[in-house]
C-alpha cells in the first residue's frame, strides 16, 4: 500500500504490565517452556506481568494516556492479538444471564467515554496476531484516504495473557503491554511511506519450530516486497526496527538483507521481552529518545505474527 505524502506517524506511547520478573523467576514459577538459560542466550532477561485485576483495556487506557495531546480524533483503530481482549466486559457474566451483552462491551467505546475523546468511529481489528500495529496503521492511513474532512486517527494495541498461560511463544519471553500512536496529516515524527503484508493461512497453526524455520525466508521477502513498493532498495533504509525476538535471528537476516546490524535497533528487548505487538512502538521510542534520528532517514518496522502473518512498515523521519 503506497500512500500520499500527506500521512504521518508519531504521538507514541506505551504501557506495560504491573509486574516485573526475572527470566529465572518465571522459569522457576511454570511460566516458561524453555529454560531461563536458553531465554537468556537469546537476549531476554526481564518481563512484564500484569496483575489479576488488570485488564488488556487498563493498558490501553494508560498507553494513551501517554499521549500528550490527542487533539481532534476522527477514529479509533483498536487491534488486539488475542480475540478474548477484543472485549472488556465480565465474560462469566453469560453463565448466569445467558445474555450475549457481555460479550460486547467494547473496548474502543470505554476510550471514548474514559477519555472524553468525543464520537470517532471505532474498528477492531483482529487476526493480524504480533503485527495488529502495523497493520492498524495501514487501516488509518486507508481512512484518511477515503475521508477527506478527517485528520487523525488513534491507532490501539493491547494484549494481556490469562491468568495461567505461558508467558512463551515460538521462544519469545512475552510480556502483557499495550502501544498507541497517531496517524494523521499534520507533520509529526515521521511520514508513513508504505504499509505491507503477507499472510499463509496454511501456516496458521504451525508448530513452534515451523514458525521459526519459515520467519527468515518470509521476512526476507516482506522487505523487498516492502521496499519494491516504495521504489527504494535497502540501502535506502537507515534503521530497521524489528519485534524483540531472537538476537540471533537479526543477526542472521542482517546477514541476508545486506544491513549493518549496527542498524537493526532493538535495545528494549532484555528489559521488556516480546510485548505481543507493541515491540516497534516501544523501539521506535527508543530509537527517537536517542537522539540519532535525522530528518529525511527512513525506518523500517519488521514484525511477524501467528497466523502466520508478516508486515513492514517504512517511516520517515521529519524532524
Not at 451483552?101 to 468525543?118: I, S, T, V
Not at 531472537?246 to 516480546?274: N, Q
Request: glycine residues 8%; aromatic residues 6%; hydrophobic residues 45%.
Amino acid at each position: 500500500m503506497n500512500l500520499p505524502a500527506e500521512v504521518y506517524v508519531g504521538s507514541f506511547g506505551y504501557a506495560l504490565g504491573d509486574r516485573r520478573f526475572h527470566v529465572e523467576e518465571s522459569a522457576a514459577a511454570g511460566r516458561l517452556r524453555s529454560s531461563s538459560r536458553d531465554l537468556r542466550e537469546a537476549g531476554f532477561d526481564l518481563h512484564h506481568v500484569c496483575d489479576p485485576g488488570t485488564s488488556a483495556y487498563d493498558l490501553a487506557k494508560a498507553a494513551v494516556k501517554e499521549i500528550a495531546s490527542l487533539g481532534r480524533t476522527d477514529a479509533i483503530v483498536y487491534a488486539t492479538c488475542l480475540p478474548l481482549n477484543a472485549n472488556a466486559g465480565d465474560v462469566s457474566a453469560l453463565a448466569e444471564s445467558r445474555d450475549v451483552k457481555c460479550l460486547m462491551d467494547f473496548p474502543a467505546g470505554r476510550l471514548q467515554a474514559d477519555l472524553d475523546l468525543g464520537e470517532p468511529i471505532v474498528v477492531g481489528l483482529g487476526q493480524q496476531a504480533c503485527t495488529s500495529m502495523l497493520g492498524s496503521l495501514r487501516v488509518a492511513a486507508a481512512l484518511l484516504a477515503t475521508e477527506p474532512d478527517w485528520e487523525r486517527v488513534l491507532c490501539v494495541t493491547a494484549d494481556r495473557f490469562p491468568e495461567g498461560a505461558l508467558y512463551e511463544q515460538a521462544f519469545n519471553l512475552i510480556s502483557d503491554g499495550a502501544a498507541a500512536c497517531v496517524v494523521g496529516r499534520e507533520p509529526a515524527e515521521f511520514r508513513l511511506v508504505t504499509v505491507h503484508q503477507i499472510s499463509n493461512g496454511r501456516l496458521g497453526q504451525a508448530t513452534d519450530e515451523v514458525t521459526v524455520g519459515t520467519y527468515f525466508a518470509y521476512t526476507h521477502r516482506l522487505v523487498q516486497e516492502t521496499l519494491d513498493r516504495a521504489g527504494l532498495t535497502i540501502g535506502d533504509i537507515d534503521w530497521v526496527v524489528p519485534q524483540n525476538t531472537h538476537v540471533t535471528a537479526w543477526r542472521i537476516l542482517a546477514r541476508l538483507l545486506g544491513v549493518d546490524e549496527a542498524k537493526v535497533w532493538f535495545p528494549s528487548m532484555p528489559r521488556v521481552g516480546h510485548v505481543i505487538s507493541a515491540d516497534n512502538v516501544v523501539n521506535v521510542s527508543d530509537l527517537l529518545a536517542s537522539g540519532q534520528v535525522r530528518p529525511g532517514q527512513r525506518v523500517a518496522l519488521v514484525m511477524a505474527g501467528f497466523g502466520l502473518t508478516w508486515q513492514c512498515a517504512i517511516l520517515e523521519a521529519t524532524e
